[in-house]
């Protein structure tokens, strides 16, 4: 393979990961947008999501060591697996603000963050401790290893990446249209950039956060199985592991900007994949935040981050 159809074969890689990095991130941007709080807990829900998927598909008969789906099979399989993943996590995620965030809300400081890393550590524990302390579990191949070659380049491309661009596209598309153009959208862009003002003009705030962390949960969750399927495995460490990339990715892109947490997520998914090859994956991560670092000097509210009136 060449030099350039290497670097080709790269890029679709890193395509894959920024895909599953810009949910995770979008996640952290909408519950900072809202309240200006940096949720650590997002990176256990995540994590949380996998397993899941997991004891899902083996209430369905389907385990680490099934034969591959195919046809519409697999296209009920995955969507019903999105579907109670997103439920799950998303549940998970409203539970985290309605018992432990909403009464701390209007405490300031570092309470309510530190708050959060307790909740993420409880999480990690109570899923090791259900699934019999087990690292690296198998995670049911439901899509076949079907590959495309492109010419004669030694590119290509898996079904495995094709599903994931669709899935992941389908949510940033369905996303965007709630918050440009549903109610619900404008009430979180109103009680985002001013809450008070949003409360008199009758939109219950509380009811707004609420759903913000539900869809921001429902959206790690649906990384989370992204995750489990390309990889073919979860970890309990995989929270931290990518949870850590996409709040990178959020805040290179402009943390509270959704679009910036997309093209965040796109970009250390490249810079990841790319440094992998042509550097070592050991040194990704010392690649990656050097250009975070550079960029936040340049630009500390991000890519396409905007400076946010500061709340009393």
């Known amino acids: ?55 899902f598909l083996a209430a369905l008969g389907l385990n680490g060591r099934s034969a591959s789906l195919g046809g519409f099979a697999l ?69 076949p290893d079907q590959r495309w070659a492109v010419g004669e380049t030694g590119i290509e491309v898996t079904l495995k990446n094709v599903l994931l661009w669709g899935c992941a596209l389908a949510l940033m598309i369905s996303l965007d249209y709630v918050v440009r153009r549903t109610w619900l959208g404008k009430a979180m862009r109103a009680t985002a950039q001013d809450p008070e003002a949003a409360r008199m003009m009758g939109i219950r705030i509380d009811q707004i956060i609420l759903l913000t962390f539900f869809i921001g949960s429902a959206l790690a969750g649906a990384a989370a199985l992204i995750f489990a399927v390309y990889y073919g495995l979860t970890s309990y460490l995989i929270g931290y592991l990518a949870g850590l990339r996409a709040f990178t990715a959020a805040v290179l892109g ?59």
Request: proline share 3%; charged share 5%; glycine share 10%.
């Open 75 to 143: 296209v009920i399989i995955l969507l019903l697996s999105f579907l109670v993943t997103m439920l799950a996590t998303g549940t998970l995620g409203v539970a985290i603000e309605r018992l432990c965030l909403k009464p701390m809300r209007g405490i300031s400081g570092t309470a309510p963050m530190i708050t959060t890393i307790g909740v993420a550590l409880i999480i990690q524990n109570v899923i090791l401790y259900l699934s019999n302390f087990a690292n690296n579990v198998a995670f049911p191949p439901l899509v």
């Open 254 to 312: 402009g943390i509270g900007n959704i679009p910036g947490a997309v093209l965040g997520g796109l970009l250390i998914g490249l810079i990841e994949a790319l440094s992998g090859q042509f550097i070592g994956v050991a040194w990704s991560d010392v690649v990656i935040f050097s250009i975070l670092v550079f960029v936040l000097v340049f630009r500390p509210n991000g890519l396409l981050g905007q400076t946010r009136v500061q709340r009393a």
């Open 1 to 55: 393979m060449s030099n350039e159809a290497v670097v080709v074969q790269q890029l679709l890689n890193g395509l894959s990961l920024g895909m599953m990095y810009a949910l995770l991130a979008l996640g952290f941007t909408m519950v900072y947008g809202i309240i200006e709080l940096i949720n650590f807990a997002h990176f256990s829900v995540f994590m949380a999501g996998s397993f899941f998927a997991l004891w």
